[in-house]
């Protein structure tokens, strides 16, 4: 139960960065052109997209793989890390629905808990 917790705070602290990189806004091209931005590359991000944005979502995702796997050391098979190519594909899907799905069960166990 506790690695649940320690995965769920980890998890919880992370979803911050997640939010804020989903939801950034270009404010002109020139940042665009800076970061290496395509047309592909706009939010809301989807499988399909493509470019800057993407591999950095990708990046963080890693990040959250990472986490889960040295707390997990030991206990079960280390998850792969996604390829950091900027493509939004399946397996960058993936891990994002997973993402999603483990926060949504972290907030019913804290609402449980509140309650």
């Given at each position: 139960?506790?690695?649940?917790?320690?995965?769920?705070?980890l998890l919880a602290?992370?979803?911050?960065?997640?939010?804020?990189?989903?939801?950034?806004?270009?404010?002109?091209?020139?940042?665009?052109?800076?970061?290496?931005?395509?047309?592909?590359?706009?939010?809301?991000?989807?499988?399909?997209?493509?470019?800057?944005n993407v591999k950095?979502?990708?990046?963080?995702?890693?990040?959250?793989?990472?986490?889960?796997?040295?707390?997990?050391?030991?206990?079960?098979?280390?998850?792969?890390?996604?390829?950091?190519?900027?493509?939004?594909?399946?397996?960058?899907?993936?891990?994002?629905?997973?993402?999603?799905?483990?926060?949504?069960?972290?907030?019913?166990?804290?609402?449980?808990?509140?309650?």
């Amino acid at each position: 139960m506790k690695k649940v917790i320690i995965i769920t705070g980890l998890l919880a602290v992370t979803g911050l960065l997640t939010w804020f990189i989903l939801r950034k806004k270009k404010n002109n091209t020139e940042d665009s052109l800076l970061t290496g931005a395509s047309s592909a590359d706009t939010f809301p991000l989807k499988k399909g997209s493509q470019g800057a944005n993407v591999k950095r979502l990708q990046t963080h995702l890693n990040g959250l793989i990472e986490n889960a796997n040295n707390v997990m050391s030991g206990i079960s098979t280390p998850d792969p890390l996604l390829v950091t190519d900027g493509i939004f594909g399946q397996l960058t899907e993936k891990e994002v629905l997973r993402y999603y799905s483990v926060k949504e069960v972290s907030q019913t166990l804290f609402n449980s808990k509140n309650m």
